[in-house]
């Protein structure tokens, strides 16, 4: 079992920055993708921004040029750095990951990120 446990959401003024880590512990052998959805209320639930093993990265068109998405391997860590945040983009975000040749997927508890006008 793989334990994900998410910190740096808040509130935060449109044009700010934030940013989240997600760190995961417990059997993390194996850990492929690593990732960031968001949730919006009355939403579905949307990729973010998606980071390989090796580094290569996607991201959704409505973050393109404004987050950031990162990783450390040696600390089972992924990060997202959010700047020139919108009202938009206020969700609850929740990071994940998928482990072995399964994909099993994680996901952490979700961390509230809200941008104020």
């Known amino acids: 079992q793989v334990q994900l446990v998410e910190s740096g959401g808040g509130l935060v003024q449109a044009g700010g920055s934030l940013r989240l880590s997600c760190a995961a512990s417990?059997?993390?052998?194996?850990?492929?993708?690593m990732a960031w959805y968001r949730q919006a209320p009355g939403k579905q639930r949307e990729l973010v921004a998606a980071?390989?093993?090796?580094?290569?990265?996607n991201y959704a068109d409505s973050v393109k040029g404004r987050f950031t998405v990162s990783r450390d391997n040696a600390k089972n860590t992924v990060y997202l750095q959010m700047s020139s945040l919108k009202p938009e983009d206020t969700a609850v975000y929740y990071c994940?990951?998928?482990?072995?040749?399964?994909?099993?997927?994680?996901w952490g508890q979700g961390t509230q990120v809200t941008v104020s006008s």
């Open positions: 994940n990951l998928k482990q072995g040749t399964l994909r099993i997927d994680y």
């Open positions: 980071i390989s093993r090796f580094g290569g990265t």
């Open positions: 417990g059997s993390t052998g194996g850990i492929n993708a």
